[in-house]
């Protein structure tokens, strides 16, 4: 190295990801400034290697870090510990958060076949601060499948999505709102009109997605709009027979003939409802589907092969959020659940690699 002056070699264990291995290079003096130029190229910061702390954060992401520092253990002979286990997965999932402007997927994204889709919901962790909601977005593009009459609501298969990005964050509903509308204009997706918005009847979402996405159109998640049908009719039928007739009709009149449908159905609930019964149930159901006059357009969206349910994001919760973050006895710093959830999904796509690829600073694995 030019103008630099050797100043003897030193030793040092270190981690790696073929096992624990002791590194001699020769320590350089520049000016009055010292170091070891062989640890940037070789991508070593700590004890830890780079390529390490991809293998043990991928671990830590997947199990539970006590499960990580076993599963290590029994599969590359390491002795790391879930403490520090732990320590490197938040170090990586604080990284990817705020690398996300600079990701490489937004032209991918933007060239994946099919049309935008963005569903939004919320699940509970446990957290030092109690039990927490942790709101979650998932963006992404899908193709349409084959045309479905209403009868085949249920039974249809659509494609999977093409490409998928997800934001997670325990926050309020306006923050939450920041960080999706940075995501979306990211993706090109803000202004789509092909957009679709998927979800329950929380009013912070539908609030949400007027503000981010104001062209998409918006769909009321099947399912949980047939809950809504079922418990009124269980409400003024009981578990009697009939009630079971009643249900069918509602779904029926809800999935073709969307509002105009369930309205006209209601009124009909109401004329044959048991002498005696309350319908306080029916009128709720008709005032919480008015909330919904535009998302309800079920048989139109058949019969284009697009989503009616939000399924996607309800998957995402139980994929990157219940099947981590909720085993028995966890508890998590709030300010690490949404980092965590995001690093989860990015596990699984190309942006995991170019992560790693940008940390350890090297061309060639260890």
Same mark, same amino acid.
């Given at each position: 190295?030019?103008?630099?002056?050797?100043?003897?070699?030193? =030793?040092?264990? #270190?981690? $790696?990801? %073929?096992?624990? @291995?002791?590194?001699?290079?020769?320590? &350089?003096?520049?000016? !009055?400034?010292?170091?070891?130029?062989?640890?940037?190229?070789?991508?070593?910061?700590?004890?830890?290697?780079?390529?390490?702390?991809?293998?043990?954060?991928?671990?830590?992401?997947?199990?539970?870090?006590?499960?990580?520092?076993?599963?290590?253990?029994?599969?590359?002979?390491?002795?790391?510990?879930?403490?520090?286990?732990?320590?490197?997965?938040?170090?990586?999932?604080?990284?990817?958060?705020?690398?996300?402007?600079?990701?490489?997927?937004?032209?991918?994204?933007?060239?994946?076949?099919?049309?935008?889709?963005?569903?939004?919901?919320?699940?509970?962790?446990?957290?030092?601060?109690?039990?927490?909601?942790?709101?979650?977005?998932?963006?992404?593009?899908?193709?349409?499948?084959?045309?479905?009459?209403?009868?085949?609501?249920?039974?249809?298969?659509?494609? =999977?999505?093409? #490409?998928? $990005?997800? %934001?997670?964050? @325990?926050?309020?509903?306006?923050?939450? &709102?920041?960080?999706? !509308?940075?995501?979306?204009?990211?993706?090109?997706?803000?202004?789509?009109?092909?957009?679709?918005?998927?979800?329950?009847?929380?009013?912070?979402?539908?609030?949400?997605?007027?503000?981010?996405?104001?062209?998409?159109?918006?769909?009321?998640?099947?399912?949980?709009?047939?809950?809504?049908?079922?418990?009124?009719?269980?409400?003024?039928?009981?578990?009697?027979?009939?009630?079971?007739?009643?249900?069918?009709?509602?779904?029926?009149?809800?999935?073709?003939?969307?509002?105009?449908?369930?309205?006209?159905?209601?009124?009909?609930?109401?004329?044959?409802?048991?002498?005696?019964?309350?319908?306080?149930?029916?009128?709720?159901?008709?005032?919480?589907?008015?909330?919904?006059?535009?998302?309800?357009?079920?048989?139109?969206?058949?019969?284009?092969?697009?989503?009616?349910?939000?399924?996607?994001?309800?998957?995402?919760?139980?994929?990157?959020?219940?099947?981590?973050?909720?085993?028995?006895?966890?508890?998590?710093?709030?300010?690490?659940?949404?980092?965590?959830?995001?690093?989860?999904?990015?596990?699984?796509?190309?942006?995991?690699?170019?992560?790693?690829?940008?940390?350890?600073?090297?061309?060639?694995?260890?």
């Amino acid at each position: 190295m030019p103008g630099s002056r050797a100043k003897g070699t030193h =030793a040092r264990w #270190i981690l $790696s990801a %073929v096992g624990r @291995i002791r590194l001699r290079r020769g320590y &350089r003096v520049v000016g !009055r400034d010292g170091g070891y130029p062989a640890d940037a190229v070789l991508g070593i910061g700590g004890y830890v290697s780079g390529h390490a702390q991809r293998m043990a954060t991928l671990a830590g992401l997947q199990r539970s870090f006590a499960h990580a520092e076993s599963l290590l253990g029994e599969l590359c002979g390491w002795r790391l510990d879930d403490n520090t286990i732990r320590q490197l997965t938040h170090a990586a999932a604080k990284r990817a958060q705020q690398e996300r402007a600079t990701r490489a997927d937004a032209g991918p994204f933007a060239d994946a076949a099919g049309d935008p889709e963005v569903a939004i919901d919320a699940g509970k962790v446990n957290t030092t601060d109690g039990w927490r909601d942790v709101k979650v977005a998932v963006i992404c593009k899908r193709e349409a499948g084959e045309a479905a009459t209403p009868g085949e609501w249920d039974s249809r298969e659509l494609p =999977a999505p093409t #490409i998928r $990005s997800v %934001v997670a964050a @325990i926050e309020e509903a306006e923050h939450f &709102r920041t960080r999706v !509308r940075r995501e979306t204009d990211r993706l090109g997706v803000t202004t789509a009109t092909a957009c679709s918005v998927l979800a329950d009847g929380a009013e912070w979402i539908w609030h949400l997605a007027g503000a981010v996405l104001p062209q998409a159109s918006g769909v009321l998640d099947i399912y949980h709009a047939l809950g809504h049908v079922g418990a009124a009719v269980k409400e003024v039928w009981g578990e009697a027979p009939e009630g079971e007739r009643h249900r069918s009709a509602g779904t029926r009149a809800l999935v073709s003939g969307g509002k105009e449908g369930i309205e006209r159905w209601i009124g009909e609930a109401m004329a044959s409802a048991p002498e005696g019964r309350p319908t306080d149930a029916l009128l709720g159901l008709a005032a919480y589907l008015a909330n919904h006059p535009r998302h309800l357009d079920y048989a139109v969206r058949l019969s284009r092969g697009q989503s009616i349910g939000s399924g996607q994001v309800e998957g995402a919760i139980k994929e990157l959020v219940n099947l981590r973050l909720k085993r028995t006895g966890a508890r998590w710093r709030w300010e690490h659940v949404g980092p965590l959830v995001e690093l989860i999904a990015l596990s699984d796509t190309p942006e995991w690699h170019r992560l790693w690829t940008a940390a350890c600073k090297c061309q060639n694995p260890e």
